[in-house]
């Protein structure tokens, strides 16, 4: 009987332990975003791209932006060193993790001047640190509004699509 009480025992703080490991990166993960989020509101450049791991994608808006990080900063660099980078301020925010514990993923409502925006984006834990691999930024759109963005963006669309058909 004692051998069932010493395992019970064990899994019991064992999974303590993972429950406590993944609060304290839920939090990591929140004051990473959250800083990479202000270091664009402040135009801190190093801070910003030091968020981002070496191979970091972003992914913008627009469909045209689909950037490496080097390419990403290369576009941001002009908007830093005026000052005016951008400036989003979470909402909302849900962060997922891998069985473990070494990839996240978090989607997040954005207050920006695009009005209400997505964030979305991939995590990987690296020399015990966080670092976002993947970012996604969507302009959100009301269903009710649909019909009138898609009038919109017709004429781009249409002319995009042929080119990557190509």
């Avoid at 490991?21 to 839920?26: E, H, L, P, Q």
Wanted: net charge negative; with cysteine.
């Amino acid at each position: 009987m004692k051998p069932i009480w010493i395992l019970f025992f064990f899994l019991t703080i064992g999974s303590s332990i993972n429950a406590q490991d993944k609060n304290d990166a839920t939090t990591e993960i929140h004051l990473l975003l959250d800083a990479w989020h202000e270091a664009a509101a402040v135009a801190d450049l190093e801070t910003y791209f030091s968020k981002l791991a070496d191979n970091a994608i972003f992914i913008g808006t627009d469909a045209t932006e689909n950037w490496t990080k080097k390419e990403f900063r290369a576009y941001a660099t002009p908007f830093f060193e005026v000052g005016k980078a951008w400036i989003f301020k979470p909402l909302q925010r849900n962060i997922y993790f891998s069985p473990d514990g070494k990839t996240a993923w978090f989607d997040e409502l954005l207050d920006t001047q695009m009005k209400i925006c997505r964030g979305s984006g991939v995590l990987i834990h690296v020399n015990r640190q966080w670092k976002i691999a993947h970012y996604v930024l969507s302009m959100t759109v009301p269903n009710d509004k649909s019909s009138e963005v898609i009038n919109l963006k017709t004429t781009t669309d249409d002319s995009l699509m042929e080119q990557l058909r190509k």
